[in-house]
């Protein structure tokens, strides 16, 4: 008994912080506090092994720096914990990003303010008043990333444009950059270059505009000195390793890497010394004379080959593993749809026979039931079919389905609805609560002889639905799980894995099915 608790107690503990990790951001606040604190220390250490200063920095000085950053920059955690609740109190994206940003304005200003004129003197000898300062400037740029990735993840056509940007395109960016910038250098300081001399790095756009032919001219040339490279890379992702490797094994590829080189090296060596800018200032390619079979040169075509290796694997890797994702997701959403076109039939079947024991017994409701069946088939038709709908419209499907069983029922029926929800448009599947209900009147209280009851209970708060169905109960001749209870298990488990608890509470006369579910 007491390892099962400490067993269910370690797991509570480990899910608890998994959603501390998951939902909150302070925590990335602090080890930035933790971080600089850290590196302030070894800076000290630094001067003290460089006899700057007197005292060899410890736990002191360390635990000390941390205490005066979490208390100057205390209001930021708190803010950054309200930021999510805030969030949701604009209806304008505008206004919540104007108070965002007016917030750290005002607090770093005000920071700055307090240190320059009052505290400086007080925290100079536990950190340095520059350090707060810049422990500011990195919170806010924390702050500003984070907002950034929101605003990404709900910018679908940049995440596409970002998927389709492999390694290959962004090794090319790169290239171009670098090309682009040794350019602008060499026409900014075009006399020594001219003169064979060492150009400074500086960087004037007015000559770059006078000189732009030029500027295009030895942009080229290095472009093809980087492609030259490149070309190694390529063969050795898209040919050596890809097929030969994988397909035939290491003597293969290592027999391709070889001819490769052997093959390619020479030819792009001689290229690249046609070229005027290598002739003139030898830049281009490793040897510092012109000769073409000089060893630099293969040694390069080597490195390259070498380096991109494990490059290659890790993101082969995880395209791979990419892959794979996706198709258990598209596996998933498959039979979702299938266990969704389950439940809809099931009900149906249901109503339709209650229907038609109306119809016979010619009763006064039939008109209303047609009525209210209509509506709650317009529902499954058009909202089912969505992965996602606003709560407030499932609970409005929930109301008119235990209306239209009350009107075909005619017992005596202890009901009560419990509804405290937050977020009217908190979204979540269609057709998932339903089943509960469903289940209740079909096997607690159509069966009932004497009086039953009904007691529902949904409650939200930011990312949690705990939903609570307690019904009557008469036990069934079969025992065997029926077609409603084992969906909804199944969809809970595709729809949230790991992320919902489903308890069932069964005794002689009571049926309680308890669910939670973490939305994110």
Request: aromatic share 12%; with cysteine; net charge negative.
């Amino acid at each position: 008994m007491l390892k099962l608790l400490l067993y269910m107690f370690i797991k509570e503990i480990r899910r608890r912080t998994e959603h501390f990790l998951l939902h909150q951001s302070v925590w990335m606040f602090v080890a930035i506090l933790l971080t600089i604190s850290l590196l302030h220390t070894i800076d000290l250490d630094r001067d003290f092994r460089k006899n700057v200063i007197d005292e060899l920095p410890g736990w002191g000085v360390y635990l000390r720096g941390t205490a005066v950053l979490l208390l100057v920059y205390f209001p930021i955690l708190i803010f950054e914990w309200f930021l999510p609740g805030l969030k949701k109190r604009f209806t304008e994206k505008w206004q919540f990003y104007g108070v965002w940003a007016g917030f750290y304005l005002v607090f770093i200003i005000l920071i700055n303010v307090l240190i320059t004129n009052f505290f400086a003197n007080a925290i100079d000898s536990i950190i340095y008043e520059e350090l707060i300062l810049i422990t500011g400037i990195w919170l806010f740029i924390l702050s500003a990333l984070l907002q950034l990735q929101h605003l990404l993840k709900n910018q679908h056509s940049m995440i596409e444009w970002a998927r389709k940007l492999t390694l290959d395109h962004a090794i090319l960016i790169v290239l171009l950059v670098f090309a682009l910038i040794l350019s602008t250098a060499v026409v900014s300081d075009y006399e020594n270059f001219r003169n064979n001399k060492a150009i400074n790095m500086d960087f004037e756009l007015g000559e770059v505009i006078n000189r732009f032919p030029v500027f295009i001219t030895i942009f080229l040339q290095l472009m093809m000195a980087y492609l030259g490279g490149y070309f190694f890379y390529f063969v050795n992702s898209r040919l050596l390793i890809s097929k030969l490797l994988k397909k035939k094994g290491i003597v293969h590829y290592m027999a391709g890497v070889a001819g490769t080189i052997a093959i390619f090296f020479p030819l792009i060596s001689q290229l690249l010394n046609w070229l005027p800018v290598q002739q003139q200032m030898g830049i281009l390619t490793p040897s510092e004379n012109q000769h073409i079979f000089a060893i630099e040169n293969g040694g390069f075509a080597i490195g390259v080959i070498a380096l991109s290796i494990p490059v290659i694997l890790v993101i082969q890797w995880f395209q791979q593993n990419s892959e794979i994702n996706m198709l258990e997701k598209e596996k998933a959403q498959t039979e979702l749809n299938l266990l969704k076109q389950q439940i809809n039939p099931h009900f149906f079947f249901n109503t339709l026979n209650n229907l038609y024991a109306l119809s016979l017994a010619k009763s006064d409701a039939t008109p209303e039931v047609v009525l209210q069946l209509s509506e709650l088939m317009r529902y499954v038709i058009y909202k089912g079919k969505n992965s996602r709908v606003a709560i407030s419209e499932e609970v409005k499907y929930l109301e008119d389905y235990i209306q239209l069983q009350q009107i075909r029922l005619n017992k005596t029926l202890d009901l009560s609805f419990e509804k405290e929800v937050d977020d009217q448009d908190l979204m979540i599947p269609p057709l998932l609560l339903i089943i509960l209900i469903e289940n209740a009147f079909k096997h607690g209280i159509e069966p009932a002889e004497n009086e039953s009851f009904l007691h529902i209970d949904l409650t939200t708060d930011q990312d949690t639905i705990y939903f609570e169905c307690v019904n009557s109960y008469e036990p069934p001749s079969e025992t065997s799980e029926g077609i409603g209870l084992s969906n909804l298990k199944r969809r809970l488990e595709l729809t949230y894995p790991n992320r919902y608890q489903l308890d069932i509470d069964q005794t002689k006369d009571t049926f309680k099915a308890s669910l939670k579910i973490e939305l994110s």
